[in-house]
């Protein structure tokens, strides 16, 4: 029997849908560094852990000021240094605690529904090469070396309650003897109506950062297109000796306004007034509180 030409359409149709659908499942996400089992990691922590993994670093990590021989890989999407824990109620950023904190998304986990949670450490080969290559580009001028990776993976993780749902995130830590590093890297992240939070803290806070919207678990799955290195999905840090400035990214753009005269512009701080308003209007539209706004150009336009 022949196929008319409509039919023929919606088998081909049908069958690159399915074929996507099947790569999807199997492609990780591409800023992901190695992980799971096929790279060699120890999987399936919490699990038999309850929550958390304690990780016996192969070379001390820097964090702060702090020198780390240890880390826990805790469930709940986040690192801690010296106890592990389970919490699963956030506690926003900055805690002012006792605590050194690296969360690339702090939130209700549950491993026991489905998704896997690996680790691996690194002081030779590729990984080592990667992660050279990386923070060379995103922090020019310091010739850095990595001597030591840990890579930490939550893969297609459930939230709490709601088997099924599949978010994926990593956390890498960097390490080139006095200079330390992370990088946050994110898959798909399901919308979640629990808490979340994905950034650092330290001690007493006097370091601290939020990842822009990562509070907001309506938008989370955002934060695979974000970056402040220019690289969708991934957040790098420096973190050894602080404070540093980890800076937002920067984005430019321009605002069109009305001035009766020039002098209205460079008088009074004006300029000054006008960012804080135009910043209250950001906000007031959706962008996170933290944004900063700065002058970088004037151009005179015709009416
Ligand atoms: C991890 O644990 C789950 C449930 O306990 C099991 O189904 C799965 O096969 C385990 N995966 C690995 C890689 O061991
Ligand atoms: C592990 O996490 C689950 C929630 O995901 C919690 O109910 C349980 O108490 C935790 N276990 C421990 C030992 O903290
Ligand atoms: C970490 O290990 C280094 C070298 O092995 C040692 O000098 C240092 O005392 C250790 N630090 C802690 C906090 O255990
Ligand atoms: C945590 O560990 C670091 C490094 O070993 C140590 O300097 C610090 O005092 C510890 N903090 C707490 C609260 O135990
Ligand atoms: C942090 O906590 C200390 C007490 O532990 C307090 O003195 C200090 O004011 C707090 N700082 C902030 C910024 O909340
Ligand atoms: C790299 O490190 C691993 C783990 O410590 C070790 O088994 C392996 O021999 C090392 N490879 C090289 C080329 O040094
Ligand atoms: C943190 O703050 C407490 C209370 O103000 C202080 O005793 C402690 O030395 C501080 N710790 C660090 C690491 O700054
Ligand atoms: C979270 O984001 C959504 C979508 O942009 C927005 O509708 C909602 O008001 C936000 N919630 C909070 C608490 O900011
Ligand atoms: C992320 O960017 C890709 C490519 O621009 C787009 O297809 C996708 O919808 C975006 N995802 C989110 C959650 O914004």
């Known amino acids: 029997m022949r196929l008319s030409s409509v039919s023929r359409y919606l088998l081909v149709f049908i069958s690159v849908l399915s074929l996507s659908r099947v790569t999807n499942a199997q492609t990780a996400p591409v800023v992901f560094y190695p992980f799971g ?11 038999e852990d309850e929550n958390s993994t304690l990780v016996d670093l192969w070379r001390p990590f820097v964090f702060f000021g702090r020198t780390y021989n240890k880390t826990y890989v805790n469930s709940n999407g986040y690192l801690t240094f010296n106890q592990s824990s389970s919490e699963f109620f956030i506690h926003n950023f900055p805690i002012n605690g006792s605590e050194d904190i690296i969360a690339p998304l702090w939130t209700d986990v549950d491993v026991s529904m489905n998704g896997i949670i690996s680790y691996q450490q690194y002081s030779n080969g590729s990984v080592l090469a990667q992660a050279t290559r990386d923070i060379n580009q995103y922090f020019p001028d310091l010739s850095f070396t990595a001597t030591w990776v840990l890579v930490a993976t939550w893969d297609r993780v459930a939230y709490y309650y709601h088997s099924g749902t599949e978010t994926s995130f990593q956390v890498v830590l960097i390490s ?44 989370i799955p955002n934060l695979m297109n974000s970056s402040n290195v220019n690289v969708p999905g991934r957040w790098a840090f420096r973190v050894d000796d ?24 460079t008088e009074n701080g004006n300029i000054e007034i006008f960012l804080e308003k135009l910043q209250q209007e950001l906000v007031e539209s959706g962008l996170p509180s ?6 970088r150009k004037i151009q005179k336009t015709q009416p």
């Not at 080139?176 to 109506?193: K, R």
């Not at 400035?245 to 020039?262: A, C, K, W």
Request: charged residues 10%; contains cysteine; aromatic residues 8%.
């Open 176 to 219: 080139g003897g006095d200079l330390s590093f992370i990088l946050m890297n994110y898959g798909d992240c399901a919308v979640t109506y629990n808490a979340v939070q994905a950034g650092y803290d330290t001690v007493n806070s006097t370091a601290y950062f939020v990842i822009p919207g990562s509070i907001n678990g309506s938008v």
């Open 37 to 47: 089992s096929v790279a060699g990691d120890t999987v399936n922590i919490s699990v």
């Open 242 to 265: 602080g404070p540093h400035q980890n800076n937002l990214p920067e984005n430019i753009i321009g605002v069109q306004m009305r001035v009766t005269s020039f002098s209205d512009l």
């Open 290 to 295: 933290s944004v900063k706004l700065n002058l």
